[in-house]
């Protein structure tokens, strides 16, 4: 198979979707790796690296998409890779369909392109392994981001979150406890902060209550719970999902215009629309905005800051999928793997995720009606 890497182009976007281990995996089997000149570079990674292991070094983008049968990337395309994306191609990386520009849905459905979405790539036992990495790195940075945001000068209240001796700490309430909201509380309680973890899931509050030995309170999320500790708190980290469909609005304009002045929230689910009303995507250029006196923080590629860490930690998970489609075709790959089935988004002008579907207002076709309908 030709399999093609583009460098990303959203705003400091430095993360890239192959590094040179899956490229040599590819290339040692017998295909094709097409990589983007310095794709790799906001990584650490030269070109130089990606040819000793058999790449070949194209210089522009508009080629990588034309001659490759698998587009391998990190971030959903945007508007530019609407247009560069071929019919039947095969996509893997990031979507969010149900939290980013209708369009692309569109382009999905028109160009019939096999969208392999990796934060639908989900295990029987309901994990999200190509998702967590870059979970675990957002939730670490959402308390690292949202302690700067409380400084004065960056808009805040102007409170240390594990405070001195003394003085009261800052209080952080984190609204889903899933991987976001386990890496994002293990920080802020080991900034000293006074932590608790909102989450529907019970039997996750009873581990994460394990986890943390009392020191974060665990709340099961209903509006009442949701709206007192959001009042007294200085700080709101929104990590709740519903895998591919959009996030639920926990958190409303009245309750943020409630918060003290100062106050901050970091929305990291904004990448599915965000689970508070205000949230509203931002970038890395311009990361914040406020309203009603509260920071907010809502930058949908928070990942991409860090790309030393995260372009490692992302492609280490998803090399397996594209070996795997690389080495037996993407029909058969599929029916070889339930997990990469719950990936595959659209097939052949088709929506095949049930969420997605509803949430973007299209009929669901089941994935495999829509292969066994292939001509
Ligand atoms: N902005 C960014 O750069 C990034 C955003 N993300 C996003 O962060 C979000 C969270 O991801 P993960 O932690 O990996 O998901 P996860 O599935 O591990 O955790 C989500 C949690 O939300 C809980 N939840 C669902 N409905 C809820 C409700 N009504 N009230 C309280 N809790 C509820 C679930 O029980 C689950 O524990 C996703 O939207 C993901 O795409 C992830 C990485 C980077
Ligand atoms: C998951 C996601 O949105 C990111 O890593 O940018
Ligand atoms: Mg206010």
């Given at each position: 198979m030709i399999v093609g890497v583009p460098k990303e182009i959203k705003?400091?976007?430095?993360?890239?979707g192959m590094v040179p281990a899956g490229v040599r995996a590819l290339?040692?089997?017998?295909?094709?790796?097409?990589?983007?000149?310095?794709?790799?570079?906001?990584?650490?990674?030269?070109?130089?690296?990606?040819?000793?292991?058999?790449?070949?070094?194209?210089?522009?983008?508009?080629?990588?998409?034309?001659?490759?049968?698998?587009?391998?990337?990190?971030?959903?395309?945007?508007?530019?890779?609407?247009?560069r994306m071929q019919p039947g191609?095969?996509?893997?990386?990031?979507?969010?369909?149900?939290?980013?520009?209708?369009?692309?849905?569109?382009?999905?459905?028109?160009?019939?392109?096999?969208?392999?979405?990796?934060?639908?790539?989900?295990?029987?036992?309901?994990?999200?392994?190509?998702?967590?990495?870059?979970?675990e790195v957002a939730g670490k940075m959402a308390i690292?981001?949202?302690?700067a945001c409380l400084e004065k000068a960056h808009g805040g209240k102007g409170i240390l979150l594990g405070g001195v001796p003394g003085v009261r700490r800052g209080r952080v309430a984190i609204i889903g406890?899933?991987?976001?909201?386990?890496?994002?509380?293990?920080?802020?309680?080991?900034?000293?902060?006074?932590v608790t973890i909102i989450d529907v899931n019970l039997e996750r509050l009873t581990y994460l209550d394990d986890v943390f030995l009392g020191r974060a309170q665990t709340l099961a999320s209903d509006t009442e719970s949701i709206a007192r500790t959001?009042?007294?708190?200085?700080?709101?980290?929104?990590?709740?999902?519903?895998?591919?469909?959009?996030?639920?609005?926990?958190v409303s304009r009245e309750l943020i215009a409630e918060m003290e002045p100062g106050s901050v929230v970091v929305d990291v689910a904004v990448d599915q629309g965000g689970c508070i009303e205000t949230c509203k995507p931002t970038t890395h250029d311009n990361p914040t905005f406020t309203v009603s006196d509260v920071v907010h923080y809502c930058v949908a590629n928070m990942p991409g800051a860090v790309p030393q860490t995260s372009t490692f930690a992302l492609t280490n998970t998803t090399r397996p999928y594209s070996r795997k489609i690389a080495d037996?075709?993407?029909?058969?790959?599929?029916?070889?793997?339930?997990?990469?089935?719950?990936?595959?988004?659209?097939?052949?002008?088709?929506?095949?995720?049930?969420?997605?579907?509803?949430?973007?207002g299209y009929d669901y076709v089941p994935l495999m009606d829509a292969i066994g309908g292939k001509k």
């Open positions: 705003t400091r976007e430095y993360r890239v290339t040692s089997a017998g295909h094709t790796v097409l990589v983007e000149t310095n794709a790799g570079v906001g990584s650490g990674i030269p070109d130089s690296e990606y040819q000793r292991v058999g790449a070949q070094i194209i210089s522009t983008a508009d080629e990588v998409w034309k001659r490759a049968e698998m587009v391998v990337k990190v971030k959903e395309p945007i508007a530019p890779e609407y247009e191609q095969i996509v893997y990386t990031y979507f969010h369909l149900a939290g980013v520009d209708p369009e692309l849905t569109k382009t999905l459905i028109k160009k019939k392109v096999t969208a392999v979405a990796y934060e639908t790539l989900q295990l029987d036992d309901g994990s999200l392994p190509l998702l967590k990495p870059m979970s690292q981001v949202g302690a406890g899933g991987v976001v909201g386990l890496c994002a509380a293990k920080v802020a309680v080991g900034m000293g902060a006074e959001v009042r007294e708190s200085d700080l709101v980290v929104g990590g709740v999902l519903i895998p591919g469909g959009k996030a639920p609005k926990l037996l075709g993407l029909v058969e790959a599929i029916k070889s793997d339930r997990a990469l089935q719950r990936a595959i988004n659209t097939y052949n002008g088709h929506i095949t995720y049930e969420a997605v579907a509803k949430d973007m």
